[in-house]
């Protein structure tokens, strides 16, 4: 499997052309992000629990269900950004012999 890094410095849109800076992002492999989102949808589904008579009753069970399903997602979401993030580190240690990731 091949992870391609490399990113367009220009988009033209139309007549347009926007430039894009050479920075570093913030969060390069996503586990923080996918975490961050797994706790949201779980304590979600925790708050709504306590509603679980009046949402059956107004007919949003639905709501309770979609956390549920958005945390379970999430954590599948988070296997293949730790799976990413080590081949990534391999990777590294490959090309460089005294490099270390985080």
Sequence with gaps: MEFRDEQPMKHE??????????????????????????????????????????????????WMWTCLAGFGLGLFGLEYCRRRRRARAERLAQAEPGATAD
């Excluded at 992002?25 to 679980?52: I, K, N």
């Design 13 to 62: 849109i139309g007549n347009r052309t926007y430039l894009v800076a050479d920075v570093e992002p913030l969060d390069v492999d996503g586990v923080r992000t996918v975490e961050v989102g797994s706790a949201l949808w779980l304590l979600g589904f925790l708050a709504l629990l306590p509603f679980y008579g009046r949402l059956e009753q107004d007919g949003n069970l639905w």
